[in-house]
Nanobody
Framework: QVQLVESGGGLVQAGGSLRLSCAAS????????MGWYRQAPGKQRELVAA???????NYADTVKGRFTISRDNAKNTEYLHMNSMKPEDTAVYYC??????????????WGKGTLVTVSS
């Protein structure tokens, strides 16, 4: 069974940095795209950044130039480096893996989320 586990969330002051990690475990042959989403209180979940298997990236306008997404295909792991953080970055951040090919299926998976709080 495939699982995604996030780590690296926490409390940071405005202007500071954090790095989130997401490791996919289980019998995985390949993962198409991986991404990070976030959901702030009272708001809908939104895409923060995504990276394809060959390294193509996409960012929300609100994080361009501040956040960097990357992945290690050999480890089935993705990262989100967050710099120059703002209070409006406060949210629960969710890892997503799309097109995960395992023994008997190709599916989309979500992590349980990690809380990021940016204080002003």
């Amino acid at each position: 069974q495939v699982q995604l586990v996030e780590s690296g969330g926490g409390l940071v002051q405005a202007g500071g940095s954090l790095r989130l990690s997401c490791a996919a475990s289980g019998t995985i042959f390949s993962i198409n795209a991986m991404g990070w989403y976030r959901q702030a209180p009272g708001k809908q979940r939104e895409l923060v950044a995504a990276v394809t298997r060959i390294g193509g990236t996409n960012y929300a306008d609100t994080v361009k130039g501040r956040f960097t997404i990357s992945r290690d295909n050999a480890k089935n792991t993705e990262y989100l480096h967050m710099n120059s953080m703002k209070p409006e970055d406060t949210a629960v951040y969710y890892c997503n893996a799309d097109g995960v090919a395992s023994i008997d299926s190709i599916k989309n998976y979500w992590g349980k989320g990690t809380l990021v709080t940016v204080s002003s």
